[in-house]
């Protein structure tokens, strides 16, 4: 948007008001001094002239000024960088406006540097403080499943009970350490590029160790996970360990919403075309509404199904798809109510697959 003349316009009616007195109180001294009428006339048409092209030429700076710095500011990613896009105005208003942004912008620039800062040192704590709460966790994970198997060998008339409920304890304890890694990741989505390690893996191993890593939870909640690799493996582009977290959260978010029945979950691992890998989490769980499906990537987002599952929280699946994004894979998901839900992960092949490791 350009300012218009008629604008500045406005701002010059008490200037040119003053000009036009000053042109008639000229003009009765003038007729006072018996100064021909002719040389009258002219003298007050060389003051308007002279006042016209002095107001046309401070205008024309001022809106110069003013258009370069709207239409650039918002033509750039970062408005608040807009100064390094324009030169110094002509004339002194417009310097000191000039000098005042720069020096907001300063300030502004060393509140953010501040708030980064504090930021970086929070998510710093907080990915230690998530190790020390896992640790007690994983050692009350290994307690729990050698009193298991320690009943299991007793083989007591109240042994089966008891592992229930031992089974009952592991299971919170898979979901909580879920939570842990939900929220370390979560630290992670606002970081820079250098955090991900793109490499070039095979597809298959990278779904063999999604599996292994999440077949003990999956186990605990009395479901099954099925793995189907590709049966010529191929290389991929990502970063394993992201991918395999972002395995996780799916394969959470299928045992979160099981039905009653037996639950069954499917990775599978497939290649439709030589420049596409595809990873798909299916499930037979309770599905998820026609009407919900557009919006389950929205941060916080729980919709009909979170309604009847207290522990919902709307973030996995955001998560899911930020860190999809992040990585340059898409992310899709298809369901129908009641009968099953299928997440799949796109993954383009590149021509310099061989190289990426380098």
């Known amino acids: 948007m350009n300012m218009k ?9 008490p200037d040119i008001a003053i000009v036009f007195i000053l042109c008639i109180i000229s003009s009765a001294v003038l007729l006072c001094f018996d100064v021909d009428l002719h040389a009258i006339i002219m003298i007050v048409f060389l003051i308007i002239i002279a006042f016209s092209i002095n107001l046309f030429l401070d205008i024309r700076k001022r809106k110069k000024f003013l258009d370069s710095l709207y ?16 030169s110094e105005p002509e004339y002194t208003e417009g310097r000191y406006l000039y000098e005042l942004l720069l020096y907001i912008n300063s300030s502004m620039a060393e509140e953010v540097k501040t708030v980064r800062n504090d930021f970086a040192g929070f998510r710093d704590y907080l990915e230690l403080w998530v190790h020390e709460v896992k640790l007690p966790l994983s ?17 007591n008339d109240d042994s089966a009970d ?11 304890i898979s979901v909580t350490q879920g939570y842990l890694e939900q929220i370390m990741y ?23 160790d999604a599996a292994i890593k999440n077949r003990e939870m999956v186990s605990d909640k009395g479901a099954s996970l099925e793995v189907i690799p590709l049966e010529e493996d191929i290389k991929i582009i990502t970063d394993d360990k992201w991918l395999i977290f972002i395995i996780g959260q799916l394969v959470a978010n299928s045992l979160k919403y099981m039905m009653d029945d037996k ?20 499930d ?28 919902s929280t709307g973030m996995g699946l955001y998560i899911v798809k930020t860190l999809c994004d992040r990585l340059g894979h898409r992310v899709s998901i298809d369901s129908v109510k009641g009968e099953w839900t299928e997440v799949t992960i796109s993954i383009g092949i590149n021509d310099y697959l061989d190289t990426a490791t380098g």
Do not use: C, W
């Open 5 to 13: 003349y008629r604008e500045f316009l406005k701002d010059k009616i």
């Open 186 to 208: 979560y630290s992670r989505l606002e970081v820079s590029s250098k955090d991900y390690h793109l490499a070039s893996i095979s597809a298959n191993d990278l779904i063999r």
């Open 71 to 86: 239409r650039n500011s918002h033509n750039i990613d970062k408005a608040y960088l807009v100064l390094e896009t324009i």
């Open 162 to 172: 008891r592992i229930a409920a031992y089974r009952k304890l592991l299971s919170e």
């Open 263 to 282: 639950l069954v979950i499917t990775l599978k691992a497939s290649n439709p075309s030589s420049d596409l890998f595809e990873i798909k989490v299916r």
């Open 139 to 155: 050692a009350m994970n290994l307690k729990i499943r050698n009193l298991i198997q320690q009943e299991l060998n007793d083989g």
């Open 284 to 311: 037979n769980g309770i599905g998820i509404p026609a009407g919900d499906l557009d919006k389950v990537f929205e941060k916080s987002f729980t919709g009909e199904n979170g309604r009847h599952h207290s522990e």
